[in-house]
């Protein structure tokens, strides 16, 4: 076959068409990239994650944020004047719920997430459209007031005792599977402590039950389905299990990969039951950060005061090398609660709360009644003089002074002290009292104020003089803070 002899200017002529075009495509589809990549950088950057500046703490629309919070109930999506409790948390400064999916039914607005048919018999294939729109409502909501939702996937206490008579996955009650193909019986009595419900024991590393285990599957897709449009949810696994860590791998995993599936980066924990935070179980979320990037602690409320911060520092100090937000989202104590009598009342819940503040936490919540103070008076007070300590107290560049090694003359659970070295000083007071803060090597004058928590006023300003161990003793009695911000 002969050939057209090679001429530059009639090739020319045949590519400079043909590379015009292809050099027009290739920026186009390279300027198509850049904007998908850069927005898909923004959107990154405003779903909560941890801080970037300091990983203790959470960021949220590019910005640090300090999460202050206490609800009314559990599975709060269920309560029928959802909109204007949220109303009225955002309005003490509160920004952080916790919502279990939990369908158990308690005060009798409660629905469970499956389709009940006319002879009372759940189908687990279809869904109740109303206990998702409950769902969709409260991410809707929370995103439009800035408020973080965090998630907790599963509830032990849903799957024994009488909340597991009516549960629609009790054999009993759903026309998918019975007993013998299920391996789940019609009635678990005991505490769900002991941690013997086959429920929990579903996924391949431990029974590998493919009856119910694509069941479960399910609810969590549909639980993403609608979660994952949103940037403003964290997922804890459990509610305060003691189960196998296995079990909570599991659907870490699986909520991490279902989340790069749809092109987002999400953050999970696990919390455990154990009361003593520096227990062997907890380890599986403290040496795991690969795995589990927040830590939740709430188990710790149970510790009285000094035990509970000696303890809650323990942790901030183990996770030092690989630093990690610690939540509290559930503080207990209340008046009406059934450990009254051991100290969890009230005052213990409030105490908790701000030691948790002064403690380096990045969330605080109060649990909702009767194990806790809820959204009461009270703890909108503590919420709001919460948030107006953090509008001018730097947290985001504080440390926690662990072993109070900068007080002297203090008692046990007297005070407690965060600081940014050398500019403030945070002095949490528990209920009056005095002790002397060392301000040696520090140089210039500090402005002082302070803090009425349950009144929630601010003091007028006074001068004091650095470099010396200066006493400081609130003005009142009750609950205190101090604020020094060297001039």
């Excluded at 589809?29 to 500046?53: E, V, W």
């Excluded at 300090?66 to 559990?74: A, C, E, M, N, P």
């Excluded at 959802?82 to 039914?105: F, I, K, P």
Aim: overall charge negative.
């Amino acid at each position: 076959m002969q050939t057209a002899p090679y001429s530059p200017e009639s090739t020319a002529m045949k590519i400079r068409p043909f590379s015009a075009r292809y050099f027009s495509r290739c920026i186009l589809a390279t300027l198509i990239t850049t904007i998908a990549s850069m927005t898909h950088a923004q959107a990154d950057s405003d779903r909560i994650q941890p801080y970037a500046a300091n990983p203790r703490y959470w960021q949220y629309k590019g910005q640090p944020v300090l999460l202050l919070g206490g609800t009314i109930k559990d599975c709060l999506f269920q309560i029928p004047d959802l909109e204007a409790h949220l109303d009225l948390l955002q309005s003490v400064g509160g920004n952080y719920v916790r919502n279990t999916m939990s369908d158990r039914r308690v005060y009798g607005y409660e629905i469970p997430a499956f389709h009940q048919g006319a002879d009372g018999q759940y189908d687990l294939n279809r869904w109740n459209p109303t206990y998702w729109q409950r769902f969709a409502d409260l991410l809707r909501w929370t995103a439009e007031r800035d408020i973080i939702v965090q998630i907790e996937m599963w509830d032990r206490f849903d799957h024994s005792q009488e909340h597991w008579e009516k549960s629609p996955l009790n054999p009993a009650n759903n026309i998918n599977y019975t007993v013998e193909e299920s391996g789940l019986e019609t009635d678990y009595p005991a505490h769900p402590g002991g941690n013997w419900q086959p429920f929990f024991y579903t996924v391949p590393t431990l029974r590998n039950n493919q009856v119910v285990l694509p069941y479960q599957q399910a609810f969590v897709d549909q639980v993403l389905k609608h979660s994952l449009a949103y940037d403003h949810v964290l997922y804890c696994m459990d509610n305060e299990t003691s189960g196998d860590p296995a079990w909570g791998a599991y659907w870490n995993d699986y909520i991490k990969e279902r989340a790069q599936q749809a092109g987002k980066t999400v953050e999970t924990t696990e919390m455990w039951d154990e009361w003593d935070v520096r227990g062997q179980t907890h380890r599986a979320t403290f040496d795991h950060p690969e795995q589990y990037s927040f830590i939740d602690i709430s188990q710790n409320s149970w510790q009285r005061e000094q035990t509970n911060w000696d303890r809650a520092q323990w942790v901030w100090q183990y996770i030092a090398a690989q630093p990690r937000p610690i939540n509290s989202t559930k503080i207990y104590g209340a008046e009406t609660h059934r450990d009254q009598n051991r100290g969890i009342d009230d005052r213990h819940a409030t105490q908790c709360f701000w030691r948790n503040l002064i403690g380096g936490f990045a969330s605080s919540r109060f649990h909702r009644p009767d194990s806790g103070i809820g959204l009461s008076p009270q703890a909108q007070a503590h919420i709001r003089s919460g948030r107006m300590l953090s509008e001018v107290f730097d947290f985001f560049n504080a440390a926690p002074d662990s072993d109070s090694a900068l007080l002297s003359d203090r008692a046990a659970n007297e005070a407690y002290l965060s600081r940014v070295p050398d500019r403030q000083y945070a002095l949490y007071f528990t209920d009056g009292g005095a002790v002397g803060l060392d301000l040696t090597g520090t140089e210039g004058t500090f402005q002082v104020q302070w803090l009425d928590i349950a009144a929630s006023t601010w003091t007028s300003a006074a001068d004091l003089d650095g470099d010396t161990v200066t006493q400081l003793a609130p003005p009142q009695g009750g609950p205190s803070v101090a604020l020094l911000t060297r001039q």
